[in-house]
């Protein structure tokens, strides 16, 4: 019986972990919890944010809808710098040149989506070390599932500490009606979130050289499920070759 709670509490925990962006009924945050929490959020307002655009979703701040940012991830130091696009806390080379993602049960029917999306940044082109894979058990750095998100199509987490962000949801059900094409937009879309990009058609964000304050045909545009473009545009491949 003892054994049988503890294999229990391994799963539960477990679970607990891989849920940073989910609904949360965690009992009360520690003091060091809350002041790195406080921490997130004075920096989610350093990049612009207005505060009607941030929800306290428990585990996390979810912002503009689909961008979560983690109440213990790793605030980078300093203000990021006037000429950029990003969020100022990207992957580290090695890390960025093995992006491993995990796809859970429940995205498995949506496989050839996310092979698409991956494809995407694969193939950028030209000087850039940022490459994404599949690996089917443990380590990985991104978890991608099905979660039910209300009108939300999906969710992405920014990067902390160097690495990717761990957790991708995707409102399987939401998106199931829309053409293939849009389907991977929405897995392209929220993969771009876990490298650093913000939306590029709104406030939040710092602007990277070399491309425009704002760009009618960028992927990374943020309110366009279902009717956005679905490739990364020339300008996002810039981007993600400055950054990477």
Request: charged share 20%.
């Amino acid at each position: 019986m003892k054994k049988n709670l503890q294999t229990l509490a391994s799963i539960v925990l477990s679970a607990l972990l891989l849920a940073s962006c989910g609904k949360s009924m965690d009992a009360p945050a520690t003091p060091e919890k809350k002041d790195n929490a406080d921490k997130v959020l004075t920096f989610i307002h350093s990049l612009g944010f207005s505060q009607n655009s941030i929800v306290d979703n428990g585990n996390a701040y979810i912002v503009d809808e689909d961008i979560c940012f983690p109440k213990d991830m790793e605030v980078p130091e300093g203000k990021p710098s006037t000429e950029q696009k990003w969020i100022g806390n990207k992957l580290t080379a090695a890390n960025a040149m093995n992006i491993r993602i995990k796809v859970d049960p429940s995205m498995a029917s949506m496989m050839p989506e996310i092979n698409s999306a991956i494809n995407q940044w694969n193939n950028i082109g030209g000087d850039i070390a940022l490459h994404f894979s599949i690996v089917t058990g443990s380590p990985y750095d991104i978890l991608i599932k099905d979660s039910d998100l209300g009108t939300t199509c999906g969710l992405g987490a920014y990067p902390s500490g160097g690495k990717a962000g761990n957790l991708i949801q995707i409102h399987k059900a939401h998106i199931a009606g829309y053409d293939f094409a849009h389907r991977q937009r929405t897995i392209t879309h929220e993969m771009g979130h876990t490298i650093s990009f913000t939306h590029t058609n709104e406030a939040g964000g710092q602007l990277i050289p070399g491309t425009p304050v704002t760009e009618a045909s960028s992927l990374m545009n943020g309110h366009e499920c279902g009717v956005g473009v679905t490739v990364l545009s020339d300008y996002d491949k810039i981007a993600a070759r400055w950054l990477y």
